[in-house]
């Protein structure tokens, strides 16, 4: 695919300069077998640099994860090289599977089957805590 253009796929764009790599490995994109382009500190007249990851084809996104990362974020289905759909992106109140829980003690480094879910417990700074044991979720944010 040409970087410039995909004709049925979805473009992930305005991510904080910085959070791509974070978006693409929790989006599980390094083992999915599209075609996917990151595109780092890409030139914004908006906001300085910019991330953009365009994934060529049709494929589900979980826009938890973008939300979790980047709520700021935006998420267009391209469809026959047209935007056909804008995808609103907010926090997510839970956050199911996507971060794990770092405590050795907490419940779902024992019972291995046990989702791990993170609730967001801080919006203005965007906490998110284990609903287990209110361990933090570590991310590398930008
Ligand atoms: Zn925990």
Same mark, same amino acid.
């Given at each position: 695919m040409t970087v410039d253009s995909i004709k049925n796929g979805v473009v992930i764009d305005h991510i904080t300069a910085g959070g791509g790599m974070e978006i693409y490995e929790l989006l599980g994109l390094g083992s999915s077998? =599209?075609? $996917? =382009?990151?595109?780092?500190? $890409?030139?914004?007249?908006?906001?300085?640099?910019?991330?953009?990851?365009?994934? %060529?084809?049709?494929? =589900?996104?979980?826009?938890? $994860?973008?939300?979790? $990362? %980047?709520?700021?974020?935006t998420v267009n289905i391209i469809r026959d090289g047209v935007l056909v759909e804008k995808k609103s992106i907010d926090m997510p109140a839970l956050l199911t599977d996507v971060i794990r829980c770092k405590n050795p003690r907490c419940i779902t480094s024992t019972e291995q089957e046990l989702a791990h879910v993170f609730k967001l417990t801080d919006r203005e700074n965007r906490v998110y805590r284990c609903i287990y044991c209110e361990t933090k979720g570590e991310a590398k944010r930008t």
């Open positions: 077998n =599209a075609t $996917v =382009a990151i595109m780092k500190n $890409v030139p914004s007249t908006k906001m300085g640099r910019k991330d953009i990851i365009k994934i %060529d084809g049709d494929m =589900a996104i979980n826009l938890d $994860v973008i939300g979790y $990362v %980047d709520p700021c974020a």
